[in-house]
């Protein structure tokens, strides 16, 4: 009864070379996690980020949090919380090559570290009554807090009906909160019976006092106070949405014992707790405003507006997810071991994290799920740190290899392309007819304020910069760990036309710099065939390389190139030289065919070698 095709997926099975006679082939065969058990294509069992859970929901919105408007909504009874057991379903599990190895690929879900306390909330419950028609009576409850928290009172004056009338300006009661030094931080001082509130409070840490008082006997003041006494902050890793690879088990044959690569993304030193610390947090509840125009009565020149505020409820989240350069995931560290437990040693690789940011508010309220700002995400997922151990006979890392990158933002070539969110609020009936006048002016801004109040503005920025490798170090250990070997290369960039580096600059244990200077084709211009690469823009490849070693001249590569018709823009030969020697030829390209295939070249001993094409060449 579904709708063709909502119960299918393709998946690749296999791959078949085969050579032109069909006399050889070589197969590739993918296997794949238990694709049968996967939902239909427009099933509800999804979780916040879209990926199966294997609930049986009904419907995609999911339940509030608010008891109101469960009562309201019945219907919203979706459960999208993330279960991996099921988001895996259907992803590639292995591959068999046509040797007879083979790769198996072992999934886990993705984990976020959260810091919680784990101290027990702390509740105490109290009470006062008044005493004679309006005396008062009250008591002291001391109370310590631990750490900065926002704690919860629940106030209830009641009437005590059977002592009497309510005398409104002597019978009420009193809620005050003091700090060790006297001060108050909270009060409630004219308490009505009948009141009923709850009240939420920010304390520092320090030893506080509650009073609570009541005038009269028909009054009677009643609290419950819930707070944290002491800080007691755990680590714990939380399961969000998607997929991770968990280990990759690589063997020649069905028989053999497989290689084992096992990852953990975490740090060395805390390999238990996951390197991801934010994800964007999934919002299906909006809080809207609708304006409804009424017109001016007799007499009245005013028009008046009537705002009604409402509630939306979506089925999917109106943040955006993909905080990290459109994906939702971004991990600080991982730690892959060679074999399952570190035996054979391990590297650890740390990257840049960054998420994007929510646009600017111009006019109006901010835009929940406006477009997101990638300025503070330009370095995000980039290789910082690379790190190799090996474990010892005490089961102790030995660092063998350190390198270190530095990347910079680089501002002679950045563009900002702004862009701009406009979310209509409600109909517009307020139009504005003078599109000069001063908005702030007495005759504009009302009419404009009236007029602009159905919409909100915002501004986010998409930021299209050039970010390179600018320094890196690399530091190289004995088996001990100990006696380290230092290189430091940095990396420049002259020429903004071809964004490639002009230099390397290489400073060695010896503190020697070794420096090599490259040339690109528009290096050469108005010489043949560089013009012709520089017209159609083919600006990388490398002519000529020199190396020095303080300034001395220790080597020289070249390459040359022709224009060998139909559009072939290719080497023709190749060139060496040391230590500032005249260049000798190295080799050299004879035949080139129209598709710039090479069809005879030449090495350094004259000899020609011809290359013959096969299978529509």
């Known amino acids: 009864s579904s709708p063709i095709g909502t119960n299918y997926t393709p998946y690749l099975a296999k791959i078949i070379e085969r050579s032109p006679d069909s006399t050889n082939l070589l197969q590739y065969l993918f296997l794949y996690n238990d694709p049968s058990s996967r939902p239909p294509r427009l099933s509800f069992a999804q979780d916040h980020w879209g990926y199966f859970n294997g609930i049986n929901n009904t419907t995609l919105v999911p339940k509030p949090d608010d008891t109101t408007l469960q009562q309201k909504i019945p219907s ?48 105490f419950t109290n009470s006062i009554t008044g005493s004679g028609l309006r005396d008062q009576e009250m008591k002291d409850i001391p109370f310590s807090i631990g750490f900065t928290q926002y704690t919860y009172l629940q106030i209830n004056c009641i009437h005590n009906v059977q002592n009497g009338d309510i005398d409104p300006l002597h019978n009420i009661g ?62 714990k890793n939380s399961l969000v949405g998607g997929i991770r690879v968990k280990a990759v088990f690589t063997s020649a044959n069905e028989i053999d ?22 994800v964007a947090s999934p919002l299906y509840v909006k809080l809207d405003t609708t304006r409804l125009f009424c017109p001016a009565g007799f007499n009245q020149t005013k028009v008046n507006y009537l705002y009604c505020e409402h509630t939306t409820l979506f089925s999917n989240s109106i943040h955006n997810f993909n905080d990290y350069q459109s994906s939702p995931i971004s991990y600080q560290s991982v730690v892959e071991s060679n074999g399952d437990r570190f035996e054979n040693g391990c590297s650890q690789s740390d990257f840049y994290t960054g998420a994007g940011s929510q646009g600017q508010a111009l006019w109006g309220a901010p835009i929940i799920g406006n477009t997101i700002s990638n300025a503070s995400s330009l370095l995000n997922g980039k290789l910082k740190e690379e790190q190799t151990f090996k474990l010892d006979i005490h089961n102790s ?31 517009n009936d307020a139009q504005i007819t003078d599109t000069t006048c001063d908005i702030y002016g ?18 986010y920025d998409i930021y299209s910069s050039w970010v390179y490798t600018d320094t890196t170090t690399q530091t190289i250990y004995d088996e001990n760990g100990l006696n380290p070997i230092t290189t ?74 022709t ?33 710039g295939h090479i069809l005879e070249f030449k090495g350094r001993d004259g000899i020609p070698t011809a290359v013959i094409y096969g299978y529509k060449n």
């Open 257 to 278: 014992t497989p290689a084992i690569k096992r990852y953990y993304y975490s740090s060395l030193n805390t390999i238990n707790q996951s390197s991801l610390s934010s």
């Open 397 to 427: 890392f030995i660092l063998q290899n350190q390198i270190v990158n530095n990347y910079k933002i680089d501002t002679r070539v950045n563009k900002i392309i702004p862009g701009f969110t406009v979310a209509q609020k409600f109909k």
């Open 442 to 459: 007495p005759g504009c801004s009302i009419t404009f304020s009236y007029s602009m109040g159905a919409f909100n503005l915002a501004r």
């Open 563 to 595: 224009n060998w018709g139909n559009g072939n823009l290719l080497p023709s030969d190749f060139q060496s030289a040391l230590l500032g020697k005249a260049l000798d030829n190295d080799g050299q390209i004879t035949k080139v065919d129209a598709n």
């Open 76 to 123: 919203a009874t979706a459960d999208r919380s993330p279960d991996n057991r099921y988001a895996l379903k259907g992803l590639l599990s292995k591959i068999i090559y046509p040797t007879g190895g083979m790769d198996s690929i072992i999934y886990e879900g993705n984990e976020i570290n959260t810091s919680t306390n784990a101290s027990p909330i702390h509740e």
């Open 174 to 235: 009193s809620v005050s909160i003091k700090n060790a030094n006297g001060i108050i931080v909270f009060e409630e001082s004219t308490l009505t019976p009948g009141t009923n509130q709850q009240v939420q409070i920010q304390l520092l840490s320090g030893n506080y006092t509650m009073t609570i008082k009541a005038n009269g006997n028909v009054v009677t003041t009643n609290v419950v106070y819930d707070f944290v006494p002491n800080s007691n902050v755990q680590n």
């Open 488 to 561: 430091k290369t940095i990396y420049n960039y002259d020429d903004t036309t071809n964004l490639q580096p002009t230099s390397v600059v290489q400073y060695n244990s010896k503190n020697e710099e070794i420096k090599t200077v490259f040339k690109y084709p528009r290096n050469f211009k108005n010489k043949t065939p560089y013009d012709s690469m520089l017209y159609r823009n083919i600006l990388n490849p490398v002519i000529d390389a020199q190396t020095f070693n303080n300034n001395s001249i220790i080597k020289e590569v070249k390459t040359n190139y």
